[in-house]
């Protein structure tokens, strides 16, 4: 079957990334990265390339994974159109790997933010198979596309409903991901929230921006358990926007909470800005699950302690999903599987 040498090939790229991540061998992605998207810092890309290998590419989870689906041999692919996100390094790979997978020819829009680490990775799968250069095709319009996935904010989502009405798509929109506290937690917990709070700045829709905890809850451990994230001050874009929401807070005297490198404002919105956590209050389990429940269109995930709540995550695994983690909710696998 076709696919199985598709997982193959993967499966090398995942053992290159992992052989070379402390070599010289990646330091040309990290460096066109870094020029290209300032958010895009070395920590950052190697993060999200070490993920892509070990939970993406490694040739036992691949074969679990497409083994779910009834793949066969296809014999008229499907020009599908993937519209990628820049927000953090390489986010649209998974759904380029789920059209090989299934069999499809991908055409790639690459997001102009994010193109030297798809280019990066892509150049290396035609060189372990250069026959993928006939599946994986990067193109600046999506007019011959069968089939759309594309991922955006509201405004574009509008846009690809509008151009795309009349071919089977899969649109995402703005989500952004949340934190349940009890006042339990250890600061081993709320240091992993800090990641989930922070890695790749925030910019992440799997990032957590808004924390619920219980009526009455102090800052005081969670601010302790996450100074270890304090050097984030040293990225000028990061500390940019720091300044400039603080200093908006204090001329409009709008209460805050700060520790010199987050702030934290109550607010019933879901989506904060960068540097900033709102936080929210619940009164009970029935009011926490209300206000879960009011929101969950908006949820890309839940993380809690121990996951108490079906679907989430514990405290710092927001950022490294599965293969079977998809955003929005959404099985890419079985929409192309539909076509």
Known sequence: MQYKKHIITFSKLGDYIT?????????????????ENGWFTEDNVK???????KIYLNETALEKFAEKYAIKENRNPKKIGIVMAGNI??????????????????????????TATMMFLINKLYEFDPELKNIIIIAQRLNDADALIATGSDNTAKHFEYYFA????????????VAVLNGNETRAELADLGNDIFQYFGLGCRNVSKLFVPVGYTFDKFYESIEYWSTIRLHHKYNNNYDYNKSIYLVNRIPHLDNGFLLLKEDD??????????????????HLEQLLSESAEKIQCTVSSDARFLNSFRFGEAQVPKLEDFADGIDPMEFLMDL
């Open 19 to 35: 052989q070379n991540l402390d070599t010289d061998a990646l330091k040309p992605l990290f460096w066109s990265a870094r020029n």
């Open 47 to 53: 993060l999200a390339v070490e993920n892509i290998a």
């Open 89 to 114: 390094p390489a986010v649209g790979f998974h759904d380029l790997l789920c059209v090989v997978l299934s069999g499809n020819i991908a055409l790639l829009k690459l997001s102009s933010g994010d």
């Open 166 to 177: 009349t071919k089977p798509r899969i649109i995402r929109r703005n989500r952004t991901s």
């Open 269 to 286: 919105a879901l989506v904060s800005p960068i540097s900033v956590c709102f936080y929210e209050t619940y009164e009970s389990d029935k």
